[in-house]
């Protein structure tokens, strides 16, 4: 696997202006938004990014109860990656006991980390994970490639080897069995590498890619359609997401299998 950079330094310099207007573009895109298929009720867990909180979901959670969904937070605290003993079993627990308490299997939605926090619950418990949608997750590469990585490894004390690199790619790359994935990234994000947050193509997998920043990603009208989009998809059916008409104007073109 070719090794990749951080994005440009440019790029992240202006996350911050960026974020501020696509919750400008989500505020003026609300009625537009309500024009989406109704959900079916079922549960959905929000996963924050790295050193984010449940406050940072918020928004992307009312907007899908509005719309038809039992929407809810991880209820974890900080996502401070693998700082914590029991934070992988904790995340566990909880989506058991959503799937216990409402009789459903449980969709889940991660921004940034909290996708590979995602995909990986989804490999332990493929059979209680509807499907896993990821806001622009480091999953398919090397966790160097991204703006924020001294400070993830700071923060987590982790062996940076590149025997130890090379065994973490290769476990967070293949998808879930049997679980539909979808990868929503940027190429102009400016914290991870975009080439790294993409699913491998496969009958259950698909990447949209939106044009935005990586803070805007929870706040950008775009994500909103396409993550209701795949919602809305009847539990154990899956179909690519479709580009036509207006919609190749808001989303870049499909990827090459």
Same mark, same amino acid.
């Given at each position: 696997m070719p090794s990749?950079?951080? !994005?440009?330094?440019?790029?992240?310099?202006?996350?911050? !202006?960026?974020?501020?207007?696509?919750?400008?573009?989500?505020?003026?895109?609300? !009625?537009?938004l309500q024009m989406v298929q109704r959900g079916d009720g079922h549960p959905v867990v929000v996963l924050p990014g790295f050193t984010a909180s449940d406050d940072s979901t918020a928004l992307l959670r009312r907007y899908l109860r509005s719309i038809g969904y039992d929407a809810r937070p991880w209820n974890l605290?900080?996502?401070?990656?693998?700082?914590?003993?029991g934070r992988s079993e904790a995340l566990e627990r909880e989506v058991a006991r959503v799937c216990e308490e409402t009789g459903k299997n449980?969709?889940?939605?991660?921004?940034?980390?909290?996708?590979?926090?995602?995909?990986?619950?989804?490999?332990?418990?493929?059979?209680?994970?509807?499907?896993?949608?990821?806001?622009?997750?480091?999953?398919g590469g090397s966790p160097r490639a991204t703006a924020v990585w001294r400070l993830y490894k700071s923060s987590n004390e982790i062996r940076v080897d590149p025997a130890f690199?090379?065994?973490?790619?290769?476990?967070?790359?293949?998808?879930? !069995?049997?679980?539909p994935c979808t990868a929503i990234y940027s190429r102009t994000d400016g914290i991870v590498a975009w080439q790294i947050a993409m699913e491998v193509p496969g009958p259950l997998t698909d990447?949209?890619?939106?044009?935005?920043?990586?803070c805007g990603l929870g706040f950008n009208p775009a994500?909103?359609?396409a993550v209701a989009d795949r919602l809305a998809q009847p539990e154990g059916k899956f179909t690519p997401f479709q580009r036509s008409g207006w919609r190749a104007a808001l989303f870049g073109p499909a990827e090459a299998a």
């Open positions: 990749l950079n951080a !994005p440009r330094v440019l790029l992240g310099a202006l996350e911050l !202006p960026r974020t501020m207007l696509e919750v400008g573009s989500l505020l003026a895109s609300a !009625p537009y605290g900080r996502n401070m990656g693998l700082r914590g003993a449980v969709s889940l939605i991660g921004w940034s980390l909290g996708g590979v926090h995602a995909r990986n619950l989804a490999k332990r418990s493929p059979h209680s994970i509807r499907r896993v949608i990821s806001l622009g997750s480091p999953f690199v090379d065994r973490f790619v290769a476990q967070t790359v293949t998808p879930p !069995p049997n679980v990447n949209i890619e939106v044009y935005g920043s990586h994500v909103y359609y």
